[in-house]
């Protein structure tokens, strides 16, 4: 399944500021997984490679919206090998998408738990404290994915951890992480995070700036129009 039809299938499970950012990080997420969890080593054990195997059944089934036989398959893949971070992380998404914050949050914890270098599960997890209001803890999480030096999804926790800071009335950091974010991997969302944290700043300049990008880039979009608009809140 393409990652926009993933958005769409489980938008309605996110509500709130964070909504984009979230359902981002599951698409994001399951290509983490598959590119750092599912690999076998010549050195697995037979119960390492029945793991690895559940995963990639799990996460085929997950992209194609079977959500049940997901889950099914990522639990077998725990099963087989208890200590297999990336299967909990999917766990963790697969709980998301069905509505279960409590249970995404302990499968994230656990993963993070087995590998303190899994900045895919920090962020998911910082995702979720945050929509909790548990904005101390997310920042950590954040920074501790942003640490990283291989992780190579840097935009989005920027964007992330910006929208997060400027829900928390954090407006200097927003607009820190909005321009890191804008540097690595520009678009709509993080411009208008960018022009709004300097729009609550009281930076006309850089406000421009940003709306000439975003005209110029993003002419169609949905952030264009809330410019437009001077929709601020939105």
């Known amino acids: 399944m393409a990652a926009d039809s993933l958005l769409r299938r489980i938008s309605s499970r996110w509500p709130g500021v964070l909504l984009w950012l979230a359902v981002a990080a599951l698409a994001w997420g399951l290509a983490g997984c598959g590119s750092a969890g599912v690999q076998a080593s010549t050195t697995d054990t037979n119960a390492q490679q029945r793991a690895r195997l559940r995963m990639e059944l799990a996460m085929g089934y997950f992209q194609n919206g079977q959500t049940s036989v997901a889950l099914e398959e990522v639990q077998q893949a725990l099963a087989a090998d208890s200590r297999y971070g990336p299967a909990y992380n999917l766990h963790g998404l697969i709980l998301l ?122 002419p169609d979009s949905a952030e264009m129009q809330r410019y437009q608009r001077k929709a601020w809140n939105d």
Not at 138 to 164: D, I, K, M, W
Not at 189 to 218: I, K, N, P, T
């Open 97 to 218: 998408q069905q509505g279960d914050r409590a249970g995404a949050e302990r499968s994230f914890r656990r993963a993070v738990d087995l590998n303190r270098h899994d900045a895919d599960a920090r962020h998911n997890l910082g995702l979720l404290l945050c929509e909790w209001g548990e904005h101390a803890e997310s920042v950590q999480q954040f920074a501790q994915a942003l640490a990283e030096p291989a992780y190579a999804n840097r935009f989005r926790t920027h964007l992330a951890a910006g929208t997060c800071a400027l829900k928390a009335g954090q407006v200097a950091q927003a607009a820190s992480h909005a321009r890191a974010a804008n540097e690595q991997q520009p678009s709509a969302a993080s411009l208008w995070l960018g022009m709004r944290a300097e729009h609550q700043l009281g930076h006309a300049q850089a406000v421009s700036a940003y709306a000439r990008r975003l005209q110029q880039q993003f």
